[in-house]
C-alpha cells in the first residue's frame, strides 16, 4: 500500500476556487493511476475525478466536469485537484485514493477497486 495526505481543503465561497494535494509515498507513485472521491455528510461517498499513471488519461464525474481539473507531478509524488466554479454542493470531505494495479490503463470509479486511501481533507462551501 501507499501513504497518503490531503491538504487544500478550507472555507470558500461560491464561484471560488480550491487546490487540493495528495502527497504519496511508500511505493512507486508513477506507476499507479490515482482517484478522488468525495463524501458529503449523511451521504455515499462519491467518485470525483481520476488521473491515469501517466498522467495521459483523465475521466471526471458528470457533477464536475468542466470545473474540476486533476492532474499530477510524478517528480513530487503528487496528485492534485483543481476546483473552480465551486458550488455549496460541492461541500464534502474529499478523499485521494491509489489504485492497487500497476500502469493499468482502465481508469477506475469505484471505491473498493482502490487499495489506500488518505484522511481526507474538508471543503465547505458558502452560499
Known amino acids: 500500500q501507499v501513504q497518503l495526505v490531503e491538504s487544500g481543503g478550507g472555507l470558500v465561497q461560491a464561484g471560488g476556487s480550491l487546490r487540493l494535494s495528495c502527497a504519496a509515498s511508500?511505493?512507486?507513485?508513477?506507476?499507479?493511476?490515482m482517484g478522488w472521491f468525495r463524501q458529503a455528510p449523511g451521504k455515499e461517498r462519491e467518485f470525483v475525478a481520476a488521473?491515469?499513471?501517466?498522467?495521459?488519461?483523465?475521466y471526471y464525474a458528470d457533477s464536475v466536469k468542466g470545473r474540476f481539473t486533476v492532474s499530477r507531478d510524478n517528480a513530487k509524488n503528487t496528485v492534485y485537484l483543481q476546483m473552480n466554479s465551486l458550488k455549496p454542493e460541492d461541500t464534502a470531505v474529499y478523499y485521494c485514493?491509489?489504485?492497487?494495479?500497476?500502469?493499468?490503463?482502465?481508469?477506475?470509479?469505484?471505491?473498493?477497486?482502490?487499495?489506500?486511501w488518505g484522511q481526507g481533507t474538508q471543503v465547505t462551501v458558502s452560499s
Open positions: 485514493a491509489a489504485d492497487p494495479v500497476e500502469m493499468i490503463e482502465t481508469l477506475h470509479i469505484k471505491g473498493h477497486e482502490y487499495d489506500s
Open positions: 511508500g511505493r512507486t507513485f508513477s506507476r499507479y493511476a
Open positions: 488521473i491515469s499513471w501517466n498522467g495521459i488519461s483523465t
